[in-house]
């Protein structure tokens, strides 16, 4: 409940108009919510007094993206019968802890102890958090990724493109990347960093100076992968065919990004596709270039 308030008061401040939020229980409590957890939102100009909460339904989940949850828990009912979602603090800071409502402090500590200090630290901590959720929700990306077994015959006529890409060293679970792209005679230097979590990409990249570039590029010369894209257009979707050079010179794939997780369960697999890899994380990118040979 202090998420969604929050976060439609970050929305309103802010003037985001692309977003909007609801909120949901496992378990739908008909009382009304904890007064400190009230009183804390107060704080924060929140009025949440009339809150009922809803039941988590697939229902009310038709014209929904996805579902942040707030506890690990959470997870086990969302997975029946939604595929989509991701836990708050993963998007908060990169780490998949547990958000414990006042209910769930009760249940587990089995003691109002302590209780009113915990409700007013949560409530902070997801007012302070929230303009990191709201930037995850402006850069992430869904996409899914297949092996083919068969490329097209006149494969040469799409678009191309050559890329050589080489990965930094992690930072908090985040993928660092820069990438020189060469397309029509134009060469592109690019930095990516990137998270994920199931068909959910958190991306951002940013265009980097050539001597930016090779600045970066002496400190991981030796990580890298190379391929070829191709980039062929797909009924009302772009598809991503990468070629791979040298050490994975067998291996070509296919990436294609989606509007929202409907559009990407929907998706109708060509016949030329393999297997799917979106989960696989031996088969990432950052993952292969470990094992790139010299």
Not at 16 to 36: C, D, F, K, M, R
Not at 129 to 134: H, L
Not at 203 to 231: C, Q
Not at 244 to 257: D, P, Q, R, S
Request: positive net charge; contains cysteine.
């Amino acid at each position: 409940m202090s998420a969604e308030y929050l976060a439609k008061k970050y929305i309103k401040d802010n003037n985001i108009n692309n977003l909007q939020v609801s909120s949901a229980g496992t378990i739908a409590n008909p009382e009304l919510p904890y007064l400190h957890t009230l009183e804390r939102l107060e704080k924060y100009w929140c009025n949440a007094s009339k809150h009922h909460q809803t039941k988590l339904s697939e229902a009310i989940l038709k014209d929904k993206d996805f579902i942040i949850c707030m506890a690990k828990h959470h997870l086990n009912v969302v997975k029946s019968f939604w595929y989509c979602w991701v836990l708050f603090n993963f998007v908060a800071y990169g780490k998949k802890k547990d958000v414990m409502d006042d209910t769930e402090y009760q249940e587990k500590y089995w003691s109002l102890y302590n209780l009113e200090t915990y409700v007013k630290k949560i409530v902070d901590y997801i007012y302070e958090t929230m303009p990191n959720v709201i930037q995850w929700l402006n850069w992430f990306e869904i996409e899914r990724k297949f092996l083919i077994k068969e490329i097209p015959e006149n494969i040469e006529s799409y678009p191309k493109k050559k890329i050589i890409q080489w990965y930094l060293k992690d930072v908090n679970d985040q993928k660092i990347r820069i990438r020189k792209s060469i397309m029509n005679w134009i060469t592109e230097y690019i930095q990516t960093i990137k998270k994920w979590d199931w068909l959910i990409r958190k991306e951002y990249e940013e265009k980097l100076s050539k001597k930016t570039f090779y600045e970066l590029w002496k400190k991981v010369w030796n990580r890298y992968l190379e391929k070829t894209r191709y980039i062929l257009p797909y009924k009302k979707n772009i598809i991503e065919l990468d070629i791979y050079k040298w050490e994975f010179k067998w291996l070509i794939t296919a990436e294609i990004e989606f509007k929202n997780p409907i559009e990407a369960k929907k998706f109708i697999i060509p016949k030329r596709f393999d297997k799917e890899i979106t989960n696989n994380k031996k088969m990432t990118n950052a993952n292969l270039a470990k094992k790139q040979k010299i």
